[in-house]
């Protein structure tokens, strides 16, 4: 079974930080393209970040530019969004998702075959 697993959201305050992680179980990443994607309520879908299945391009959102870096470890099956200088407009349930043998990556939700459920990220003060 394939599956995705995000942690590491939580609550922070304005200009903290947190990382995220997305754990793959069933499948390895390595032929994987992955992205991150938030969605806050009321609100579409948005890509945050991507990565390359080689780890080489990755992608990111010009709201969280400078402030994320997308990072894989494909030892440990896994990715990671660093979460910098974090902003009330940051929060949302952050998503990760997998595409299949893709030398490049983007941030356009369809482009994705597997999610996982969702982290929650709350900066509030």
């Known amino acids: 079974q394939l599956q995705l697993v995000e942690s590491g959201g939580g609550l922070v305050q304005p200009g903290g930080s947190l990382r995220l992680s997305c754990a793959a179980s069933g499948f390895t990443l390595d032929y994987y393209a992955i992205g991150w994607f938030r969605q806050a309520p009321g609100k579409e879908r948005e890509g945050v970040s991507c990565?390359?299945?080689?780890?080489?391009?990755?992608n990111y959102a010009d709201s969280v530019k400078g402030r994320f870096t997308i990072s894989r470890d494909n030892a440990k099956n896994t990715v990671y969004l660093q979460m910098n200088s974090l902003k009330p407009e940051d929060t949302a349930v952050y998503y990760c998702a997998a595409a299949f043998d893709r030398p490049t990556c983007g941030l356009d939700p369809y482009e994705y075959d597997y999610w996982g459920q969702g982290t929650q990220v709350t900066v509030s003060s």
């Open positions: 990565i390359s299945s080689s780890g080489g391009s990755t």
